[in-house]
């Protein structure tokens, strides 16, 4: 059984186009350790030959392998036009029997020694499916694609890939990751821009349960499909919020927790050799969010801060939840510690100067380090493992 990807950005790069290519295929073997099946990239394809027991596992992978704009099963058939149209009569044939009424043949010739054109073989192979199909050129409902390589692939192109660069090419993050909508996605959108990462999570039990915890691992997870390997670091929060609770003003509680929040992603980003901080915040979808508040948090970071989302709506970042599959896990009804003792009255145009002196008010430094030697830390695999780790 032949599997077939159409790798896409990657073809765009210079004289560092093998490294990209090199770490696509080692990703992608990564996946399918123990399955035996064979990787190989040529010519701006990614094919998997592998035992067709490995099916579910293959099509997996392609579904969540970074890299990509699309795959499908193929057909592998001997380069005369004979095989090439018997071929794509039944794959033709299986289409009409989906319900597909009209057709188009995409013919593509790389091995410029086979004696005929694309133009040609799209005309020849097309003869026998005019019986099963009408064509039509503008908007078919299938296209059948022919490829003449070092062998022929006859294949309908019908799924979607992970757009992207691989996972690996551009460093490692680290993101803030809750239980909501966002944060995920943002993960997902710095994992398409090739960079491996890590996740911190916020955990104040007992005002926050162990399902709102249980409910962030299996983000992770899901997360962890699309990145192969990720580690989740979950921080005991509770004393820290409750000297904030304590000590700063109402108004300023949201905002003194992301401050918080950053203090100890720096002291976790230099441990996991992380070269930027990531978080799901988009410009004016809260309180905290606007660019006076975020310009107080960023003013905490002793790391590039990234922000993928800052231009999307909530139905943009909806979408790709869908798409990732973290929606339903998201809107669970537990509650993370980001919403706990939120104040009626946010400050919403916060300044770094009184941001410093209300954190310093706080004498939370100590509680802080306490809380990152404390962590919990998991090891997720796109297997589905989940391992509990130390540091």
């Known amino acids: 059984m032949t599997y077939l990807a159409k ?3 990657l073809t765009l790069k210079g004289s560092n186009l093998q490294e990209f290519e090199n770490l696509l295929k080692h990703n992608t073997a990564k996946y399918l350790e123990g399955t035996g099946a064979k990787v190989s990239l040529r010519a701006g394809r990614l094919y998997i030959e592998c035992e067709d027991s490995f099916q579910e596992k293959v099509e997996f992978t392609l579904n969540h392998l970074i890299g990509i704009t699309g795959w499908a099963k193929a057909t592998v058939c001997d380069k005369t036009i004979e095989a090439i149209n018997k071929a794509v009569y039944d794959l033709a044939k299986l289409e009409a029997e989906r319900g597909c009424k009209t057709f188009k043949i995409d013919a593509r010739r790389a091995d ?8 040609e073989i799209c005309c020849e192979a097309a003869g026998d499916v005019e019986a099963l199909m009408k064509v039509d050129v503008h908007k078919p409902d299938t296209t059948i694609y022919v490829e003449v390589r ?25 993101l803030l990751l809750s239980g909501g909508l966002d944060s995920p996605v943002a993960g997902y959108r710095m994992l398409r821009r090739g960079m491996k990462i890590e996740c911190c999570y916020f955990h104040s039990y007992p005002y926050t349960s162990e399902e709102a915890k249980q409910k962030v691992v299996t983000l992770a997870q899901k997360l962890a499909y699309y990145g192969i390997t990720l580690y989740l670091n979950v ?16 108004a300023w509680s949201t905002l003194m927790l992301r401050v918080c929040m950053m203090k100890v992603a720096n002291r976790l ?13 988009s410009v004016g979808q809260v309180a905290s969010q606007t660019i006076e508040n975020m310009t107080v948090t960023e003013h905490f970071a ?27 896990t998201s809107i669970l009804p537990y509650e993370d510690c980001c919403v706990l003792f939120s104040p009626r009255h946010p400050v919403l145009r916060g ?8 954190y310093k008010n706080l004498e939370v430094d100590e509680l802080i380090e306490k809380s990152y030697k404390e962590r919990e830390i998991y090891k997720l695999t796109a297997c589905g493992e989940i391992e509990k780790k130390t540091d």
Request: charged share 30%; with cysteine; glycine share 8%.
């Open 7 to 9: 790798i896409g950005e």
């Open 112 to 119: 410029k020694s086979f004696p005929m054109n694309s133009y």
């Open 150 to 174: 070092e062998k022929t692939f006859v294949y309908v192109d019908s799924n979607v890939g992970c757009r992207g660069l691989p996972v690996g090419c551009s460093g490692r993050g680290l």
């Open 235 to 250: 921080i005991p929060f509770t004393d820290v919020q409750m000297k904030i609770k304590e000590k700063a003003p109402e």
């Open 269 to 281: 980003a230099g441990r996991c050799k992380a070269k930027c901080i990531i978080t799901g915040e």
């Open 302 to 328: 002793e790391f590039p801060l990234l922000r993928p989302l800052c231009g999307m709506d909530k139905e943009e970042i909806i979408k790709d939840s869908y798409f990732i599959d973290t929606y339903e």
């Open 351 to 358: 300044q770094p100067e009184e941001a410093e002196e209300i």
